[in-house]
C-alpha cells in the first residue's frame, strides 16, 4: 500500500492519457511548494529522499512482474523534473527574487524534461535498459540533468547573448 502512494505519487500515475507526463506536471506545483515553504536546500533533501523512496517503491511495486517499468510507477517523473527544475529554483532562492518571474525556465524544463525521458538518449536509453528498479529511477534522473543543462544553456543564450 505504501509503495503503491509512493511509486504512483498519490495516484497520479493511474491518470490517462500518457502518465509520466502526468507525473511531470504534477511534480511541478509540488516543487513550487517546498521551495515557497522550505527553499531550495529542502526541495533538494527531498529529492534526494524520493528518489531512494522512490527505488524502493518501485521494486516493491515490479517484484515477480515482466514488467521492470509500469506507467502508473511516475515518482522517477517527479524526481527528474525536479532536477530539471534545480537550476531555475537555486536562483529563485535568492531573497527578494520573485520565481514567478523565471516562468519560462519553468516551461523549458518541463518540456525538455518530457523530451529526454521519451526520447531516451545515450545515458538515459542505457539507464532505461538495466531492466531494474534502479534504472527506472536513474534513467528520469539522468533525463533531469539533460535538461537542467539546457534549462541553464538556454537561459545563458537568453540573457546573454539575446539580450544584446
Not at 107 to 115: Q, S, T
Amino acid at each position: 500500500m505504501i509503495a503503491r502512494m509512493i511509486g504512483t505519487v498519490g495516484g497520479v500515475g493511474y491518470l490517462r492519457p500518457a502518465p509520466g507526463t502526468w507525473g511531470s506536471a504534477a511534480a511541478l506545483p509540488l516543487a513550487w511548494a517546498v521551495h515557497v515553504v522550505a527553499g531550495f536546500p529542502a526541495l533538494a533533501i527531498l529529492c534526494l529522499a524520493l528518489f531512494a523512496a522512490g527505488w524502493w517503491a518501485t521494486a516493491q511495486m515490479t517484484a515477480g512482474q515482466s514488467d521492470h517499468d509500469p506507467s502508473e510507477i511516475v515518482v522517477d517523473e517527479v524526481v527528474g523534473q525536479w532536477i530539471a527544475l534545480a537550476p531555475i529554483l537555486y536562483v529563485g532562492w535568492s531573497p527578494g527574487l520573485d520565481g514567478l518571474v523565471m516562468w519560462p525556465g519553468w516551461i523549458a524544463a518541463f518540456v525538455l524534461f518530457r523530451l529526454f525521458d521519451i526520447w531516451k538518449p545515450w545515458l538515459v536509453g542505457w539507464a532505461d535498459r538495466r531492466g531494474d528498479a534502479l534504472g527506472v529511477m536513474l534513467d528520469d534522473v539522468i533525463a533531469g540533468v539533460f535538461a537542467a543543462i539546457g534549462v541553464i544553456l538556454l537561459a545563458g543564450l537568453y540573457h546573454g547573448v539575446l539580450a544584446r
